[in-house]
């Protein structure tokens, strides 16, 4: 269940509730019961966790890693074979 910023404009009371998402917003004030209790604009606050997500897949490399570049297969494979033909 989220929680849900109020304030009211009467008396300034700021709170937090946990309410469903279907729920009907609060329409008085806990503090004064004025009607001018409203819901507040506020970001979400979570983190997405696990693999599949930006910061742990797509996150782009230092440049450290980019620019030494490591020996391939192919290459060893190639360099053995030619030191093993001259020695023979």
Not at 48 to 77: H, I, N, Q, R
């Amino acid at each position: 269940m989220p929680i849900y910023e109020y304030i009211c404009r009467s008396c300034g009371l700021e709170k937090e509730h946990l309410q469903k998402m279907n729920d009907a917003p609060i329409g008085s004030c806990p503090e004064c019961g004025s009607s001018d209790y409203v819901k507040q604009i506020s970001a979400a606050g979570f983190q997405l966790k696990g693999s599949g997500w930006y910061v742990t897949d797509f996150k782009s490399k230092p440049a450290s890693e980019s620019k030494s570049k490591p020996e391939t297969k192919s290459e060893s494979t190639a360099s053995t074979v030619s030191s093993t033909a001259t020695t023979e």
